[in-house]
């Protein structure tokens, strides 16, 4: 059972940064893909950055350019750089994860943290 803790989320400006990370713990971290989700009021969980175990990223187009997912296999830690950030990009940020290949639908991960928070004023 693999557990996931999200940190780092808050109020940024529009054209601000903020950098989300999420401790995973209980299974072997470097075995899983690794994704950030998001979700705002009334709609579904969307795909924003997923990175395999051996590093490589696919992105949202939504935050291709601005976005950046990372993850360090030593700490167990992915992380979420978000630069030039827009109103848009306020929801709900969660860290998931899931063994295998690279997937960007939420119902293909097994494991969820609760979430943090991201909200972008204009």
């Known amino acids: 059972q693999v557990q996931l803790k999200e940190s780092g989320g808050g109020l940024a400006q529009a054209g601000g940064s903020l950098r989300l990370s999420c401790a995973a713990s209980?299974?072997?971290?470097?075995?899983?893909?690794m994704g950030w989700f998001r979700r705002t009021p009334g709609k579904e969980r969307e795909f924003v950055a997923g990175?395999?175990?051996?590093?490589?990223?696919s992105y949202a187009d939504s935050v291709k350019g601005r976005f950046t997912i990372s993850r360090d296999n030593g700490k167990n830690t992915v992380a979420l750089q978000m630069n030039s950030l827009k109103p848009e990009d306020t929801a709900l940020y969660y860290c998931?994860?899931?063994?295998?290949?690279?997937?960007?639908?939420?119902?293909?991960?097994?494991?969820w943290g609760q979430g943090t928070q991201v909200t972008v004023s204009s």
């Open positions: 990175i395999r175990w051996s590093g490589g990223g």
């Open positions: 209980g299974g072997t971290f470097s075995m899983y893909v």
């Open positions: 998931a994860a899931r063994r295998g290949s690279m997937a960007t639908m939420a119902g293909e991960y097994d494991y």
